[in-house]
């Protein structure tokens, strides 16, 4: 028996020495941005979701992602379906624009969606990233169908509706995007006349 | 072309870095020198270099051939006089030894790891735990330390310099590039032994996953993986030890050529805490040590390359 609690405690070892107190690393984390300015603090604690995600390095338990998912999609406000698709040509610099929400930008900056830094989309635009999966010709792969293009509107708003702790950013949520400039990088997918659909090369 | 640096200042047209990186250079050098041979060389290597950019502009898939093109010149510039993070070296050899603070005397006590004054080697072991400070730190933390300590001095303008611009210097980088210097071609060995820095190292790796801010970004969401891109810009994978993790903690402080600035691991961590917007990071505060440590642990076995020369 007390062997046994031995080998237990031995096994445990290295696994305790690998994950630390998390209200430690709480508390190093807020003292290392402790002169953030007023405005800035709330950005520096977790909400829910972050603090999950962080813990289980994007691996939630079956449970724990049921509950996310479950949250996300409750979170999702749709516009009308004649607002799901707005403007792709505006849609097209929001995807371009990695502007706004950092502290080097001057304030009252406007956001983009930054989405070329992870996503490949228009086929013509060189500098894309690749930490998302390629977006080219997203509608017409999609028939242009409306229903995939409000699923894509809730994707966008909350990325979590579709796969618990994505990497992608809340854009909706978290207010990083309007819901009109939402549905004008949805047009960017969904439009027919869209590049990201157009484009051969 | 214009397109992506428009949109993003990260992304460098590694086409253009060429001809910038000589300018700076040769601009550095010939301010610091008023010309010479070394200006005259450069002179040589920037003529070479705008026909072989000439080319390249020529030439498809723009990515590929430009980090070739920055290879190469890596290779060119690994020349110590043309590098101008030298001239944050030297800088930093007469701040060591020069007289400061109300105690009106220099850094040259100052014990760094190895006893008071030894330098050649130190940051092959930094961070580590320091038992005056009951506390680990790094470079940077134990410069200040130092400063406050030894020396007397009020360190708020140094921190109000942390980081240099164009005419105005900045002690701490300065200081660091020369110390870090005094360890080029060594081997990065992480302390690792004494618990208080094992801890931080662990804290270190909790942070580097620790999802935050309106992005929901932590370090892994960047550099979690092998061979991921932002826009065009290629990002190193600090999630494993191995070559990447090496290469990247044995170069730190560089000179970065896309702000003609010698920059220390402090700024470049203030950089991608911009990017994931947070607030600025406190400098020199106990989270940057702990993911500096983190790093190292990755790092171990590095060969240390200082200062280095980055985009």
Request: hydrophobic fraction near 40%.
């Amino acid at each position: 028996m007390v062997r046994i609690f031995f080998l237990a405690c031995l096994l445990a070892l290295p696994a305790l020495a690998q994950t630390p107190d998390p209200a430690r690393v709480e508390a190093v984390v807020a003292a290392s941005f402790a002169s953030a300015p007023a405005g800035w603090k709330s950005r520096v604690t977790q909400d829910a979701l972050q603090e999950i995600c962080s813990l289980t390095r994007n691996q939630p338990s079956a449970a724990q992602a049921e509950a996310i998912t479950a949250a996300a999609k409750a979170s999702v406000v749709l516009p009308p379906d004649s607002a799901i698709i707005g403007d792709w040509r505006n849609g097209e610099k929001i995807a371009q624009n990695g502007q706004g929400g950092q502290f080097s930008d001057a304030p009252g900056t406007v956001s983009g969606g930054n989405c070329y830094a992870c996503h490949q989309m228009a086929l013509s635009e060189i500098s894309y990233g690749t930490l998302g999966p390629s977006l080219s010709k997203y509608g017409k792969l999609r028939d242009f169908e409306l229903a995939d293009a409000r699923a894509t509107f809730a994707k966008i708003f909350n990325p979590h509706v579709t796969l618990a702790c994505s990497t992608m950013p809340r854009f909706g949520l978290n207010k990083v995007l309007t819901a009109q400039q939402i549905a004008d990088v949805v047009a960017f997918l969904f439009d027919p006349a869209s590049p990201v659909n157009t484009d051969t090369k | 072309m214009r397109r992506y640096v428009q949109h993003s200042e990260h992304i460098l047209i590694f086409e253009c870095d060429n001809v910038k990186l000589l300018f700076a250079v040769a601009a550095e050098i010939g301010a610091a020198q008023g010309g010479g041979t070394e200006l005259l060389n450069l002179l040589r290597i920037m003529v070479l270099c705008l026909l072989g950019s000439a080319a390249n502009l020529r030439a498809q898939p723009a990515d590929v051939d430009g980090e070739k093109e920055i290879e190469r010149y890596r290779a060119m510039i690994n020349d110590p006089m043309a590098n101008p993070g030298y001239l944050a070296v030297d800088r930093g050899e007469v701040l060591w030894a020069m007289a400061r603070g109300g105690k009106n005397v220099s850094l040259e006590k100052c014990d760094l790891g190895a006893g008071p004054g030894v330098l050649d080697g130190v940051a092959a072991h930094l961070p580590r735990y320091f038992a005056d400070a009951d506390q680990v730190m790094d470079l940077e933390q134990r410069l200040l330390h130092c400063m406050r300590t030894l020396q007397g001095l009020d360190t708020k303008d140094v921190i109000a310099r942390r980081f240099g611009s164009p005419g105005k210097t900045s002690d701490m980088e300065d200081l660091v590039a020369f110390i870090g210097n005094k360890s080029l071609g060594m081997k990065y060995q992480a302390s690792l032994s004494h618990p208080k820095e094992r801890e931080m190292a662990n804290i270190g790796e909790a942070m580097f996953y620790r999802r935050s801010a309106i992005n929901d970004f932590a370090c892994a969401t960047c550099h979690g993986d092998d061979g991921r891109r932002i826009r065009l810009q290629a990002l190193p994978d600090l999630s494993k030890p191995g070559a990447t993790a090496r290469e990247v903690m044995a170069s730190w402080p560089a000179y970065r050529v896309s702000q003609s600035q010698t920059r220390t691991m402090q700024h470049r961590l203030w950089d991608c805490y911009r990017q994931m917007r947070m607030p600025a990071p406190d400098y020199a505060s106990e989270g940057i040590t702990a993911l500096t440590m983190y790093l190292a642990k990755l790092g171990d076995g590095a060969t240390i390359n200082v200062p280095s020369i980055k985009r």
